[in-house]
């Protein structure tokens, strides 16, 4: 785990923080309401005087997914995060002002992001027709609704196309369906933005004759508006940088009327608004600059919606239209659906209907991750294993957003128990003293693919199994008491996904066919979506107040992480600065923390390779683990020899926010 980086050249850089308010254990009132409610303009720069943050997790190695993956990589709303100076990152690109953007123009990171979309296309497109399925609906009762709905909305278009009519709606759909090329990609906007307009209107009319033919008694509810944002061809509300987008999709509530229109549609786009993004492009043979670019618009849309699991967009070029769904790992795109055609225009309007009526959860939003009504993160669930049941937590403060374009996708909360919650007679775990409790969430690998998607996936290196087995391994050792991130409850999120059965969430029951089918050896990456609850409460090494101190913290650590080598037979593997934090102990003194065991493993284990992933951070990295040919196994020495990297680097920089 690691802090969010900052480039201290940027005009907004981070303020000197008062001394005194450094030593305090826990945020007073008025502060935790300053980082839950302060909003900013930008995901990237912004900054707060508020408590610092616990385990505070740096989005930065998202894309680094420690197994063999050392390329580059990497809500409903914004959060303020608290910003520390910058440190090294894991892969790039990340946010504009990250270190590895330092004296660069903004022309350049984007032409930089640009490049490095079109390579991830080429690694990670995949293209299966199965992708317009993933928006439909579990239940049969829903589906044969929503295929007579689409029935009625594909006559409906057929019939306004085929008339004389001369309205500037009519005009629109035809210039836009009735060829396959464009001279212009501007002109193309409103075009495209009618025929979702038509489309949503005609499937609340739909769904309206639906229901009265059925007397009301389908117990269906009104679809969402899927419709474009007013303005086109804007940089969003929410961006790190001046990116432009084309169109951008929102979902609007009708009214009660009945009569299909949709009421209150916002002009300006906001990324914590966005259900889905379109790419135009006037040429049939741009698919690839169409592609990339949505890849460039995804790392927006997680950093501002952090209740996001993967991202829904469309490709439009010329007349060709397909559906594309950016995981964690890839980017799947559908069969051409060519709205020039007939049968095309079925396609797309059949795909609409379905992602009007669908669950949340098929739309990319994660069900467990609950809004307020300000659109505020309110509560969050953490799977507690001893239960066998979700626990919900108070969300007090965002403290790391996810701003890659693929990988973990990791984020970190700063929670307390919710009033909701059920106590528990027999659970031994509790909260730090304090009462605040880490929440660390984020799309994990699983070593073993599941045969079949809805199965419990074993993994091998499952972080929140050998938290378990480092605690249970040190307990009674009262030296190291304190000295290491323990585990209090976390595994597998788990929701409700149809069928009134509660399934985990993988990549397996969330894209189905996708991630079932083919030669196993062709199929996609295979995660899990992982949510742990730790304590104890601290904060970044860099905010020490002293070298005695900084001393004292990285003593600490260090002999937490000789005593899970002796004693659990664990090997961290990602000795950094982002990884050994400290805490007030309430006497004037601290202690280190060592946190984040995504990247321990077993040394014992059966599937311990002669070559050893090249994982962790990459300036810290050791000699032995940075050199591709090198057969050596991984040992206590890297680890010390990567705390050497971090002392020499603390020397270089600083040692915390004031030197």
């Not at 490049?115 to 609906?137: F, G, I, R, S, T």
């Not at 070593?447 to 993994?459: F, I, L, P, V």
């Amino acid at each position: 785990m690691s802090t969010p980086p900052n480039n201290t050249d940027t005009p907004l850089s981070t303020p000197k923080r008062n001394r005194n308010s450094e030593k305090r254990k826990q945020p007073d009132n008025d502060q935790i309401a300053t980082l839950q409610r302060k909003k900013r303009p930008a995901h990237s720069s912004n900054v707060t005087n508020g408590p610092p943050p616990s385990f505070c997790l740096n989005s930065n190695k998202d894309s680094e997914d420690n197994d063999n993956h050392t390329g580059n990589g990497e809500g409903k709303h914004n959060h303020v995060v608290t910003v520390l100076p910058p440190t090294p990152m894991k892969s790039k690109p990340s946010h504009s002002n990250s270190k590895d953007n330092l004296g660069k123009s903004l022309d350049q990171i984007r032409n930089e992001r640009e490049e490095y979309a079109k390579l991830q296309v080429m690694e990670k497109l995949k293209v299966d027709k199965a992708v317009a399925d993933l928006a439909k609906p579990r239940s049969n009762v829903l589906v044969r609704f929503t295929t007579n709905v689409a029935r009625r909305v594909t006559q409906r278009l057929e019939s306004t196309l085929a008339s004389d009519n001369s309205s500037n709606q009519y005009a629109h759909l035809a210039k836009w369906t009735m060829q396959d090329n464009h001279e212009k990609e501007t002109p193309m906007y409103p075009w495209i933005s009618a025929f979702f307009g038509f489309v949503s209107r005609e499937i609340g009319l739909a769904h309206r004759e639906s229901n009265t033919a059925t007397r009301g008694r389908s117990g269906i509810n009104r679809p969402r508006a899927l419709l474009p944002f007013e303005k086109t061809n804007v940089n969003p509300d929410g961006s790190d940088d001046y990116t432009r987008t084309d169109i951008l999709l929102r979902a609007n509530h009708r009214d009660a009327s009945g009569d299909g229109n949709v009421h209150h549609l916002a002009a300006r786009p906001n990324y914590k608004d966005v259900v889905a993004v379109i790419e135009v492009k006037h040429l049939t043979t741009e698919e690839t600059q169409a592609f990339a670019q949505l890849i460039i618009y995804s790392r927006n849309l997680y950093a501002n919606q952090h209740n996001r699991r993967f991202v829904w967009g469309f490709t439009v070029c010329g007349s060709h239209v397909r559906a594309c769904v950016l995981t964690s790992d890839n980017i799947f795109a559908s069969a051409i659906m060519d709205v020039s055609k007939c049968e095309g225009r079925k396609e797309f309007v059949s795909l609409l209907v379905k992602m009007s009526y669908c669950a949340e959860d098929q739309l990319g939003y994660d069900p467990t991750i609950r809004l307020d009504d300000e659109g505020m993160i309110d509560e969050i669930d953490v799977y507690d294993e001893d239960a066998d049941r979700m626990v919900p937590y108070k969300c007090v403060a965002m403290t790391a957003i996810a701003t890659r374009c693929f990988g973990r996708h990791t984020r970190c909360f700063l929670c307390k128990k919710a009033a909701s919650a059920q106590p528990d007679i027999n659970s031994s775990s509790s909260a730090d003293d304090d009462g605040y409790i880490v929440i660390k969430s984020a799309w994990a690998y699983s070593t073993h693919r599941a045969k079949d998607g809805s199965q419990k996936a074993e993994n091998a290196r499952n972080e929140a199994l050998l938290m378990r087995r480092i605690a249970k391994g040190l307990e009674g050792i009262g030296s190291v008491a304190g000295k290491y991130a323990k585990l209090i409850h976390g595994g597998t999120v788990r929701f409700e996904k149809g069928g009134g059965g509660i399934e985990e969430d993988n990549t397996g029951t969330a894209f189905g066919a996708i991630f079932s089918s083919g030669p196993e050896e062709e199929l996609p990456e295979f995660r899990i979506n992982q949510r742990l609850a730790m304590t104890p409460w601290c904060r970044p090494l860099q905010n020490v107040a002293n070298a005695d101190q900084l001393i004292v913290a990285v003593a600490d650590v260090m002999e937490a992480h000789t005593a899970i080598f002796k004693e659990c037979r664990i090997l961290h593997r990602d000795i950094s600065l982002n990884n050994m934090m400290f805490r007030d102990l309430g006497d004037g003194s601290v202690g280190g923390v060592l946190i984040d065991f995504d990247c321990a493993k077993d040394i014992e284990a059966g599937s311990w390779e002669a070559r050893p992933e090249r994982t962790g951070t990459l300036p810290y990295m050791s000699v032995n683990n940075l050199e591709a040919d090198s057969l050596v196994k991984r040992t206590q020495l890297d680890d010390w020899e990567s705390l050497i990297y971090v002392l020499c680097w603390l020397g270089t920089t600083g040692i915390n926010n004031h030197d």
